[in-house]
């Protein structure tokens, strides 16, 4: 005959059981759910804390954004944010921003812009050149040979894929006639330009650069020639800048 006590026993024992049995359904059900599928922080706000980071990633497991402290190659860590292009391999850096310098990258790893933190102002990439010209021709830049020379040149950072350029031309000598070209590192840009005894403009490109690495430092020169007549055939470069493409 089974006792009052051992009656207790038995039912709180199952009782417990089917505690457990609850217990370890709802763990497996939490495991498999989607969680945190919407949420809102309020006024008390959300803290990382012990070098933490929040990482967000698309459905494909690719991270978009880590906040936080990001990993280096070299095995450190720095405070910051990452974000990232979310291209099939994945794990590329499209922005950072680390100790305060804000910098935006290309596809094969070149920063393209950053602010300029050393001066607390402004920013860092792009160079920004500014173009200045004389206005009396006879001044300018000449040549009275028959074949092509340099008469003006320039260095460029090779940062954008392609260069505008705003050319100003004349010869000095009534009946005098000539040609100018642009070149850039052996390679012609644009039409070859004619000259004649009237001061005019011509517009070269936008047109693409010479191929070469990010940041390659290329020649960029205007050539001209005389064609006919005794006097000389001039030009002044009056604006110029590179451009996307």
């Given at each position: 005959m089974v006792s009052r006590a051992d009656q207790v026993e038995t039912s709180a024992i199952g009782a417990l059981m089917r505690k457990v049995a609850n217990l370890e359904r709802a763990i497996r059900e939490l495991r498999a759910a989607r969680r945190l599928e919407a949420a809102s922080i309020g006024a008390g706000g959300l803290t990382i804390r012990s070098g933490g980071a929040a990482v967000v990633e698309d459905t494909d497991g690719r991270r978009i954004i880590r906040l936080g402290k990001v990993p280096f190659p070299d095995?450190?860590?720095?405070?910051?944010?990452?974000?990232?292009?979310?291209?099939?391999?994945?794990?590329?850096?499209?922005?950072?921003?680390?100790?305060?310098?804000?910098?935006?990258?290309?596809?094969?790893?070149?920063?393209?812009?950053?602010?300029?933190?050393?001066?607390?102002?402004?920013?860092?990439?792009?160079?920004?050149?500014?173009?200045?010209?004389?206005?009396?021709?006879?001044?300018?830049?000449?040549?009275?040979?028959?074949?092509?020379?340099?008469?003006?040149e320039t260095l460029l950072p090779r940062q954008q894929p392609r260069i505008f350029l705003r050319l100003r031309h004349t010869t000095d000598v009534s009946g005098?006639?000539?040609?100018?070209?642009?070149?850039?590192?052996?390679?012609?840009?644009?039409?070859?330009?004619?000259?004649?005894?009237?001061?005019?403009?011509?517009?070269?490109?936008?047109?693409?650069?010479?191929?070469?690495?990010?940041?390659?430092?290329?020649?960029?020169?205007?050539?001209?020639?005389?064609?006919?007549?005794?006097?000389?055939?001039?030009?002044a470069v009056t604006a110029s800048w590179t451009q996307q493409s």
């Open positions: 095995g450190s860590t720095k405070p910051g944010l990452v974000a990232f292009r979310t291209t099939a391999e994945g794990g590329e850096v499209a922005m950072s921003l680390f100790d305060g310098v804000l910098a935006v990258w290309d596809r094969q790893g070149n920063i393209v812009m950053a602010t300029d933190e050393v001066s607390g102002q402004g920013i860092a990439r792009p160079w920004l050149p500014v173009t200045w010209a004389g206005v009396d021709y006879t001044q300018w830049p000449g040549t009275t040979s028959g074949t092509f020379g340099v008469i003006l005098t006639t000539g040609e100018l070209r642009v070149m850039c590192a052996g390679v012609q840009l644009g039409a070859t330009v004619p000259v004649s005894f009237a001061v005019n403009t011509t517009d070269i490109g936008p047109v693409a650069l010479p191929d070469a690495p990010f940041g390659t430092t290329l020649g960029l020169s205007v050539n001209a020639r005389r064609t006919a007549g005794t006097g000389a055939v001039r030009a």
